[in-house]
Structure formats: C-alpha cells, structure tokens
DNA sequence: AACACTTATCGTGTTTTTACGATAAACTAT
DNA sequence: ATAGTTTATCGTAAAAACACGATAAGTGTT
C-alpha cells in the first residue's frame, strides 16, 4: 500500500462530519422536525422522540456540534432553530456529490 | 397481529442509513472515484487509500449494503460501480430534507 | 494437481456510538 | 432562602464501527 500519507480533502472530511450528524434517523427527525417548525423547545421534541431526555440531548448536542442547529437561551428554556448557513453548506456539499460526474 | 408502530418512518430510517453510509471519509474517497471512473477493480482503490486491503474491503461492503455501489465479476479480479438507482434515490431524498420546509 | 492472483472473510483489539438513570446547573417564582 | 422548571452533563454499560494481519475462497494458468 506504498501511495498517500496525505489522507483525505478537507472537503471530504466535512461531508463525512455531515453525514454522520445524519446517521441516525432520530437526528433526522429533529432535523425535519426543527426546519417544520422554524424553531423550537428541548421539551417539544423529547415529548416526540421514543427515548430518555438526557438522549436526545445529546443528540442536539451532536446536531449542534456537527453546526447544523443552534440554540439560543430563552429562561428556563433554550429554544433551538436550524444553523441555516451550514444548512445551506450542507446542502450544497451533498448536491455536488451526487451531482458531479 | 397489529402492526408495530416504529418509532420512525420508513424514508427517516433510509435516509438515516445512506447517510450513515457517507459518514466516513473514505467512503466518500471511494464513491467520487468511481463516480469519477465510472467502473474500477478493487486493487485500484486500494492503491488510492492509505489503509490494509482488508480495511477497504469492509468499506466496500458496507456501501454495497447500503445499496451505494454494486459490484460485478471479471475473473480474476471484481469491478465496481455506482448503483445509479440507489444514487439517484440518495440523491432525491437528501435534496428533499434540505429543500422542504 | 499445483500455483499465482485477486478479493472476501475471520479473529482480535481499540475506539466510538448509543442509551439510560441520576445529578448538576441555570433560571423563575413564591 | 426554598421550591419548581428546564436542560446539560456525568457515570456506566452494551453495542457497533474501525483497523489490522492472517487466512480462506474463487478463478485462471500451467
């Protein structure tokens, strides 16, 4: 295997960043859920998700992370919206992928 | 027997599932080369990435059962290519999750 | 049959993901 | 202060992902 030490493009790296804040179908459930709604409370979305309320925090934690949302604090509650500039990057980024030949 | 209610629909678990596929760079690398090269052998993409062959041979495996890529006989060797259906489904279903709203 | 070539699979160890309950942190209201 | 509400974080355990070397499986050639 005598080729590239260099590994991948930071291109490359990012989509994959993307895609795995979008493996798992609950993240993609909040996603959708999220982009419905425009914005939203933790409490509304766990009140919709099958599982305890400490996972679906860190499913947002991972969303969030990952840049595709982001939360503003609204005391007692923190209410989150999509991050529509990396929205948009993703979009492209999948776009070219599939679309490139 | 009733029917189980899932926890997410059909379209949220495959669309979870493709991009799990695309969440590791390589796989990425893997799929815009043969997107680029239309068909290739094995040996060809072991030579582009800096991992065992068997490492590659799990990842090809894993696109293939995502229904990423699909792959044919040619004694000795086994070529690859793009499942064009399934891409153009991945393609349909990420351009829908970012598009709806 | 024996060999060479190519790729898949096996076995293993390490790391990451996923889920949970319990607890902490931050803020309001009484 | 005390209590209540909301969300993040901690600690833990089980499962999955990831990489590797070694080996098997399949095919063509001699």
New interface residues.
């Given amino acids: 295997?005598?080729?590239?030490?260099l590994?991948?493009t930071a291109q490359?790296?990012k989509?994959?960043r993307y895609?795995?804040?979008?493996?798992?179908?609950?993240?993609?459930?909040i996603?959708?859920f999220l982009?419905?709604q425009c914005a939203c409370y933790v409490g509304n979305i766990v009140d919709e998700?099958?599982m305890a309320q400490s996972s679906v925090s860190q499913h947002l934690k991972e969303l969030k992370n990952a840049g595709l949302i982001q939360g503003t604090v609204e005391p007692p509650k923190i209410k989150y919206c999509i991050n529509r500039e990396n929205?948009r990057e993703?979009?492209a980024m999948?776009?070219a992928?599939?679309?490139?030949?």
């Fill in positions: 295997m005598p080729t590239p030490s590994p991948y490359q790296e989509l994959a895609a795995k804040a979008l493996s798992h179908p609950a993240r993609i459930y996603l959708r982009d419905k998700l099958p929205w993703a979009q999948f776009a992928l599939f679309e490139e030949r």
